[in-house]
């Protein structure tokens, strides 16, 4: 079992849309990131917390490190929103913090 | 300058042949990261640099061979690759070393066709 797990693993929603991805995690972890990724292959950091809410533009993730929980929302949501969203946790090993990946979450806005 | 870049975009190369991928960042940031991603996978860790010494490897092939000559610039010298070694590869930084906490900042990928 993967130790960090997203939910749904596809979504397609219709413009405008509120979004909700879903990230859980079994293990005690220092800060969680929520990456992008467009079919180009390049990965761009949208958030990174530890705790509580950050907002970006149309964009909100949340944290509840006692629930190991983290989401991510899109309001209003809109084509240009379609990519791979991934959550990513850091965990503490003998070597550091190591960045484990979710399986990530395709998301598809349709007009 | 907020920015990693990858050269080249991409790279097809004979199981023979030996290629180098180049990272750079001038963001001075002082870990930098290789990644390989097969399709519809998440990535998966190869090796960190933290200030230009290597400081994980996730028990890769040595037919990987990572260098960092200077604190902006990370190489991954390619030979004699298999072709399930077909993916993209991304690089990442991050300030300060490799064992805290610093958001990372990826390059766009080199996707790799090994034939």
């Known amino acids: 079992k993967n130790e960090v797990e997203q939910s749904p693993q596809n979504l397609t929603a219709q413009e405008g849309e509120f979004i909700t991805i879903n990230c859980s995690y079994s293990v005690g972890i220092s800060a969680l990131h929520w990456l992008q990724q467009h079919p180009g292959g390049g990965i761009v950091s949208l958030f990174m917390?530890?705790?509580g809410k950050k907002k970006h533009g149309r964009l909100i993730a949340t944290i509840n490190i006692q629930e190991k929980h983290s989401s991510l929302h899109i309001t209003a949501s809109h084509p240009r929103d379609s990519a791979v969203y991934i959550c990513?946790?850091?965990?503490?090993?003998?070597?550091?913090?190591?960045?484990?990946f979710g399986t990530g979450t395709q998301l598809k806005v349709e007009l | 300058d907020t920015e990693v870049t990858q050269t080249p975009k991409h790279l097809v190369m004979g199981m023979t042949n030996k290629k180098s991928l180049k990272c750079e960042q001038h963001?001075?940031?002082?870990?930098m990261y290789w990644y390989k991603q097969k399709a519809k996978k998440p990535p998966e860790l190869m090796f960190v640099y933290s200030y230009e010494k290597l400081s994980i490897n996730e028990s890769v092939p040595s037919r990987f061979s990572p260098e960092c000559p200077n604190s902006s610039l990370l190489n991954l010298h390619l030979h004699a690759l298999q072709p399930e070694d077909s993916a993209l590869y991304l690089c990442a930084s991050s300030h300060g070393d490799s064992g805290s906490i610093y958001e990372q900042y990826f390059g766009p990928g080199t996707r790799l066709t090994v034939t």
């Open positions: 917390l530890s705790s």
């Open positions: 990513a946790a850091f965990i503490l090993t003998g070597g550091g913090n190591k960045l484990t």
């Open positions: 963001m001075g940031h002082r870990a």
